[in-house]
């Protein structure tokens, strides 16, 4: 038996907003009779503001107490903030879901997302009646549940999803027949090779950027935790990966400077900087 939240009972039990708002000025849709779950959710918007806000779902009981809840998130907020609602703000915003019905408040992220790609401040916009046939349709991974690769990419994102079983407790897909499950985790495997690749280029500085940022490291974080012991350090030279400082104060002549040294300057240095560099006290 999974463990629901107050919330999530108490939104199951007495959804609010329930039904269809006529001329609405946003319209979005997620999931499939087809698949078990299927949301429908409609907006009022007025001068940017989401004014009113009503869903029709067909799902379990945390399908409709995501849709409730999302409701309740959106009105009266600007769309510019509703736009940044992700499904874990739904799920948090619940008190939490069980890993296996997090796909529910991903749905309510799906059709709210659906109903704002096309809305811009001068109104709601077609876009597949302007594009017609030449929209690139999304590629689908999971045939059973029509996921999407976007879907899945976002969910990895959004949650930090790191397995398969993952992935199918957050959209369904690989839960019935399980043939996407090598797709899936080239998805995976793909996204965090993408994710190291980024963060290797985000930690590639110039010699000059490494020389401002060493210097900013030791003056900001690691200077004031020594001064905390009546210790302190100044940097006196950089020459490529080796850094050469001098310790003042109590941590002068300390037995444990060589510990200080490559234990908590240099560790610092190679996390926050370069993981090459070689701290030297002079």
């Known amino acids: 038996m999974w463990d629901y939240s107050e919330k999530v009972m108490d939104h199951y039990r007495n959804p609010r907003n329930v039904g269809k708002l006529d001329n609405a000025d946003a319209i979005g849709e997620a999931g499939s009779l087809a698949c078990g779950d299927s949301l429908k959710i409609y907006l009022k918007i007025e001068n940017g503001i989401v004014t009113d806000a009503k869903f ?96 899945i990419w976002d969910a990895i994102k959004q949650n930090g999803l790191k397995t398969v079983e993952e992935i199918t407790n957050y959209t369904k897909a690989a839960g019935a027949c399980g043939k996407c499950k090598g797709l899936i985790q080239d998805i995976i495997d793909t996204y965090y090779h993408k994710e190291k690749e980024e963060k290797k280029l985000e930690k ?62 240099q560790s610092t240095l190679r996390e926050t900087v370069d993981e090459n560099i070689e701290v030297i006290e002079v």
């Open 56 to 151: 029709q779902t067909f799902g379990c009981g945390s399908a409709v107490a995501s849709s409730s809840i999302l409701t309740e998130m959106i009105i009266g907020k600007p769309v510019s903030e509703v736009r940044k609602i992700t499904n874990k703000d739904i799920a948090d915003e619940l008190g939490g879901l069980p890993p296996e019905k997090m796909h529910c408040s991903v749905m309510g992220y799906e059709a709210l997302e659906d109903a704002l790609k096309n809305y811009k401040e001068d109104g709601y916009v077609d876009m597949d009646e302007i594009f017609g046939e030449e929209k690139k349709p999304e590629k689908i991974v999971c045939q059973c549940f029509g996921v999407t690769e976007n879907l």
């Open 204 to 265: 590639t500085l110039s010699p000059a950027q490494k020389i401002l940022k060493i210097n900013s490291i030791i003056e900001n974080k690691i200077s004031p935790e020594l001064q905390k012991d009546g210790g302190d350090i100044t940097l006196v030279d950089i020459d490529g990966d080796r850094v050469l400082v001098k310790l003042q104060g109590k941590c002068s002549g300390c037995k444990n400077s060589t510990l200080t040294i490559k234990s908590f300057v």
